[in-house]
């Protein structure tokens, strides 16, 4: 760590320095200019080392937990009464905890809401991305690097709103299309009796 510490001063100071060594060359402006991407410079050279020391390494905790949680839905799903222990699980949730599930809450949902307990959104985009990696047939070992290529927790989750919603949108679609079929046909039955009516008038 003193060692980065000493290298970023370093580089800092450097940057710094063919500055002031350009100062006489340059105009006010220029030298404003200068000064301020030599500032900017050092604050890249602080948030590369924060991202890497302390972003990288939570995500890579991150994804190692939800790997953990991924293998108890797992377990959850194998056992041969998986529905009768899922409904006993969301009893002692909101009995002990306080925390309402739905009645068809999903053995993952259960797992993430037992885990996370009372954060509802974390929940919901953890449970998102857990369901996407099963259904997809991604076991708990490769779970990170599935992550970590579909570019991280929260793009899962948009990406399994997005298809919901594209597939609700052909559902309504497909219920319309359907509703209009028989309005139309109800339509034509119709004419088709008016006009027996009227055939019978006639005569």
């Keep these: 760590?003193?060692?980065?510490?000493?290298?970023?001063?370093?580089?800092?100071?450097?940057?710094?320095?063919?500055?002031?060594?350009?100062?006489?060359?340059?105009?006010?402006?220029?030298?404003?200019?200068?000064?301020?991407?030599?500032?900017?410079?050092?604050?890249?050279?602080?948030h590369t080392a924060f991202h890497t020391q302390y972003v990288e390494r939570s995500n890579a905790a991150l994804y190692a937990l939800l790997a953990d949680m991924q293998r108890v839905c797992l377990d959850l799903l194998e056992l041969h009464n998986k529905d009768k222990v899922i409904k006993k699980l969301c009893k002692d949730l909101r009995k002990d905890y306080g925390i309402k599930t739905q009645k068809n809450t999903s053995a993952v949902g259960v797992v993430v809401r037992y885990t996370l307990r009372n954060q509802r959104k974390t929940a919901h985009v953890y449970t998102r991305a857990l369901q996407t990696a099963i259904d997809a047939g991604v076991a708990p070992e490769q779970l990170a690097d599935f992550i970590r290529e579909r570019g991280g927790v929260d793009k899962i989750r948009q990406a399994a709103v997005?298809?919901?919603?594209?597939?609700?949108?052909?559902?309504?679609?497909?219920?319309?299309?359907?509703?209009?079929?028989?309005?139309?046909?109800?339509?034509?039955?119709?004419?088709?009796?008016?006009?027996s009516l009227a055939y019978l008038v006639c005569r």
Excluded: P
């Design 162 to 195: 997005s298809a919901d919603e594209r597939a609700a949108k052909r559902y309504g679609l497909e219920v319309m299309q359907d509703a209009f079929g028989k309005m139309l046909w109800r339509s034509e039955e119709h004419t088709s009796e008016l006009q």
């Design 1 to 46: 760590m003193k060692k980065q510490a000493n290298t970023k001063q370093t580089n800092v100071v450097a940057i710094g320095s063919k500055a002031k060594a350009r100062s006489g060359k340059l105009s006010a402006t220029e030298q404003a200019c200068a000064d301020m991407e030599a500032k900017m410079q050092a604050l890249h050279v602080q």
